[in-house]
């Protein structure tokens, strides 16, 4: 049998049957329950929308267990699974529609009800909807799980899911993950977090984005561990409330929810033994603010979703360095890199770039976007950084939001760990002006706690206190929050189009 991930699954279901494999409010749904779901879906897709092995198959769905069946049964059927930002607005759903080819979109009822918007655009679309799952027959008593023996086997080489660019530089770009870069990535993650079956993952973020579906969904679940899924965000008690219910161990979110739990009263200690923080730089602030509240290891690691998403994690046993994002994670080459291609060495700043079995295919039919990201073998990152003596790395900033302020490199990244620092910052980032005297001018746009009010004039002095002259924001935006998209990273671009007060 071809190792895959519709077969990597297939495995984790034949050795534990009956073992919760998910659950979602007080719903518990076993590993055969979903692998029956998943292969009703597969034949569903096959026999009545004529889905064939290759095509590009829309997920657009909110999180619901409905979402991990129907990625497995679009992989099941030997298709592609296009998963789809559930916060985007039809016009944006239709340019993905367009760009992919997608002919069959699994969705709901709610996000259906765009239905009209999207087939005026693409007239041939079908839309599968997750409600007729409730019609199908049960998985009865403790029947085994049937496993088809006429099934498409996609190889490791093969396509399996097209992962959108968040489109925060412009248009999105589908990053092509293969089978193998999945399951290369899944086993990478699967040594660096110490993963085991007894694990039990809260998932919160959207499965949508690469991040979850690589470290929320896949890796649990070839693993043989569990999924919590959690139904409810707000207020972030719920949130605690449902990790301590279900016992979970391992809890992946995004630097805003640790600063929403150090804000949170929470008594009871909790059950987890790791944290991890991606999708956005971690605060040194709030690292240091959230182990010492909760005493659980905070590990902060980098990925793009362009490498099936994990490059780096600060090692779970070992020195972790608060500001980096640590060692290249079990398998894969990180090294610092100039224009030309050059190896840097420690303390040398210049593009981070990614070699390894995570790395995508390409650009889904963009071979000159492919070929700028990919340069002998290397993925070239857009992120600048630098590694120290030891190896760890660290991110000043994305390469095309740097500044240059008189003709000196100025990383936005720094002037908003320093504005962390300053007592009510709940929000900060950095963006550049043009200037016609020194070329370019940091900006800040700052939201405060809730309750707290920032003093431009105190935050600019605190600043002066702790930054080179040339690297103080010209000006400082109070914002009641800043943009964000759906898995949190700060929208820049925005920020940019903002008029500034005078």
């Not at 340019?95 to 969705?107: M, N, Q, R």
């Not at 093969?158 to 530089?169: C, Q, R």
């Not at 210049?350 to 990919?374: D, F, H, I, S």
Request: charge should be positive; hydrophobic fraction near 40%.
């Amino acid at each position: 049998m071809k190792m895959n991930l519709a077969t990597a699954f297939a495995a984790s279901v034949k050795k534990r049957p009956e073992k919760t494999a998910l659950f979602w409010g007080e719903r518990e749904y076993s590993y055969a329950d979903l692998w029956a779901q998943t292969n009703w879906i597969a034949e569903q897709l096959k026999s009545e929308l004529g889905v064939q092995p290759g095509d590009r198959v829309g997920l657009w769905l909110r999180n619901c267990p409905e979402f991990v069946a129907s990625l497995f049964g679009i992989l099941q059927a030997g298709a592609v699974a296009v998963p789809i930002n559930n916060f985007l607005k039809p016009d944006e759903v239709n340019f993905i529609l367009g760009d992919a080819g997608v002919d069959v979109v699994i969705t709901d009822a709610e996000l259906g009800s765009h239905s009209r918007v999207l087939t005026a655009a693409r007239p041939g679309l079908k839309l599968f909807f997750i409600e007729r799952l409730t019609a199908t027959p049960a998985r009865t008593g403790k029947a085994p799980p049937h496993f088809p023996q006429h099934r498409a086997h996609p190889s490791t080489a093969d396509l399996a899911v097209l992962i959108y660019t968040s489109g925060t530089t412009g248009r999105p770009k589908g990053a092509m993950l293969s089978h193998g870069n999945l399951l290369h990535n899944v086993e990478s993650c699967r040594i660096v977090l110490q993963t085991v079956e007894l694990d039990r993952f809260a998932v919160l973020l959207p499965l949508f984005h690469s991040y979850m579906l690589t470290v929320g969904l896949l890796l649990p679940l070839l693993v043989g561990g569990s999924i919590v899924l959690v139904k409810s965000l707000h207020p972030v008690r719920n949130v605690l409330q449902e990790i301590l219910q279900r016992q979970a161990t391992v809890l992946p979110a995004i630097p805003q929810f640790y600063r929403s739990m150090v804000n949170s009263p929470m008594p009871v200690p909790l059950p987890l033994r790791l944290c991890v923080s991606g999708a956005a730089p971690l605060p040194v602030q709030v690292l240091k603010d959230f182990e010492a509240k909760f005493n659980i290891p905070l590990i902060e690691g980098y990925g793009l979703s362009e490498a099936s998403p994990v490059v780096t994690k600060n090692p779970l046993d070992g020195t972790r360095k608060p500001g980096s994002i640590g060692l290249p994670i079990a398998h894969v080459e990180v090294s610092i890199q100039d224009e030309s291609g050059r190896l840097l060495g420690p303390h040398e700043i210049g593009e981070v770039c990614v070699r390894g079995g995570n790395v995508m295919l390409g650009y889904w039919k963009q071979p000159e976007e492919t070929a700028k990201a990919l340069r002998n073998a290397w993925l070239l990152t857009g992120d600048i950084g630098y590694r120290d003596e030891e190896g760890y790395y660290f991110i000043t900033d994305r390469k095309k939001d740097m500044l240059l302020v008189n003709g000196i490199n100025v990383y936005p990244r720094e002037i908003e760990e320093v504005i962390y620092q300053f007592p009510g910052v709940k929000e900060a980032a950095v963006i550049g002006k043009p200037d016609s005297r020194k070329g370019e001018q940091p900006i800040a746009f700052v939201a405060a706690n809730d309750g707290e009010v920032v003093e431009e004039t105190a935050l600019r002095h605190f600043l002066r206190k702790r930054l080179a002259d040339y690297k103080v924001p010209r000006k400082v935006v109070l914002l009641a929050s800043l943009p964000r998209n759906a898995t949190g990273k700060i929208l820049k671009t925005t920020l940019r189009q903002l008029p500034l007060p005078e």
